[in-house]
């Protein structure tokens, strides 16, 4: 077998994680196995977090009575392609995140009191939960999924439907399957570097 070209590796996964990656609204009739979403956890799961505090918590919905339990709950314009989507994940947070601590951070034994203010708890918990929806989005377009990532919906009632009773509360949610390229539009326009960025 030849040995990988990296120059061609890179600029495919320059490929598939953005410039040729897309969110979606429309879906195509594919299913997404329950071992793949499996596998997305795990990849999601090895990106970095501030003391490795791993804060995220994601619910996948993909029965079709669990998506009716969750379509009022969106804002009109994301129920249709959520209805449609194979899968969507809740992404949560847990602000209880620190009393994992002492198996994912073991060296330091004293990580759980780092964060015994709740308002450090509750920013590094958001904070780092965000990070990992940003894994969990990449690593879906590297197993082959497509995405649509949105805002747009009732968070106390996710929170009531999936978290009711529990430290986790929802960030975002996250369509995935396989989309349908007849369902896009053209690429929104994005800020130039002079516009958003500044080396000092």
């Known amino acids: ?22 969110s979606f ?14 596998q997305l956890f795990e990849l999601t799961s090895l990106g970095p977090t501030s ?48 009393r994992q601590l002492p198996v994912l951070f073991p060296h330091a034994p004293d990580a759980p009191t780092w964060f015994a203010n709740p308002a450090v708890a509750a920013s590094t918990a958001f904070r780092n939960g965000s990070l990992q929806g940003g894994y969990f989005i990449l690593a879906a377009r590297l197993l082959g999924l497509d995405c649509g990532p949105m ?13 009711e009773g529990t430290s986790i509360r929802v960030n975002f949610l996250c369509n ?3 989309g349908d390229p007849a369902g896009l539009f053209p690429r929104s326009p994005r800020l130039r570097f002079s516009d958003a960025c500044r080396v000092v």
């Open 51 to 98: 003391a490795n505090c791993s804060p995220a918590r994601i619910v996948f919905v993909a029965s079709a009575d669990e998506k009716e339990r969750l379509l009022p709950a969106l804002h009109e314009g994301n129920r249709a392609k959520t209805r449609h989507a194979p899968v969507t994940a809740v992404v949560g947070y847990d602000l209880d995140f620190a």
């Open 25 to 38: 609204n429309t879906w195509q009739a594919r299913p997404v196995a329950a071992e793949l979403l499996e």
């Open 151 to 163: 805002s747009g919906f009732d968070e106390d009632a996710v929170n009531a439907l999936y978290f």
């Open 1 to 22: 077998m030849p040995a990988t070209d990296d120059t061609s590796l890179h600029e495919a996964a320059i490929r598939r994680l953005f410039t040729q990656a897309r």
């Open 176 to 178: 995935l399957g396989h």
